[in-house]
């Protein structure tokens, strides 16, 4: 009998890793939003790493993060280095296209908590006064990732936070519309010198 249930837990194991074998070994994930600014205004909160406090969904998430930025100022060459929590873990990412006003490609590299290389693209499209932004990612899957894919998918567990990014990033490229046209105040001025 107990010959009988190993075979049968031996079976089942094995048809379990053939199944995960044979999932998708790349993933792909988007989401877009309407921002009520030009493409320029909404353009630079990516193309900037300083930028991104105001709008990624992982900013706040640790107070404690170490963010290092390196590089170009901004565009191709700009980088960021990340080390945080257990919900921030630890990375780098680096622009690696951009395409004033239309394309940011990001390559990002991620140490913790699992290691992993995915691009994230973001596209830019004017309609009228307003852009619509895509935010995307793509990446691949090992064994691992399959597995973990099986209960809960890279869509159902990112996607919330990309949307989240992109409510963000049109609160924060609004507000700056609305400061350059003059709508709302900007920063306080700087004290006098003493």
Do not use: C
Not at 22 to 45: C, K
Request: net charge positive; charged share 20%; hydrophobic share 45%.
């Amino acid at each position: 009998m107990l010959r009988k249930i190993s075979l049968g837990l031996a079976g089942a194991l094995i048809v379990l890793v053939i199944f995960v074998a044979t999932r998708p070994d790349t993933f792909h994930l988007e989401r877009s939003t309407r921002i009520n600014a030009p493409a320029d205004v909404v353009f630079a909160q990516v193309n900037d790493f300083k930028n991104w406090d105001a709008w990624s969904p992982w900013a706040k998430l640790d107070p404690n993060m170490t963010k290092t930025l390196g590089g170009a100022p901004s565009g191709v060459g700009a980088t960021y280095a990340w080390s945080g929590n257990k919900e921030v873990g630890e990375g780098h990412m680096a622009i690696i296209d951009s395409k004033p006003n239309e394309r940011i490609a990001v390559k990002l590299e991620f140490v913790k908590p699992f290691a992993g290389t995915n691009v994230a693209t973001f596209t830019f499209v004017p309609q009228g006064s307003a852009t619509n932004v895509t935010w995307a990612m793509d990446g691949a899957r090992n064994f691992l990732g399959k597995a973990i894919g099986l209960l809960v998918s890279v869509d159902a567990f990112l996607g919330p936070q990309f949307e989240q990014g992109l409510a963000q990033m049109k609160t924060a490229s609004e507000a700056r519309m609305d400061r350059r046209q003059g709508l709302a105040p900007g920063p306080p001025p700087a004290s006098p010198p003493a």
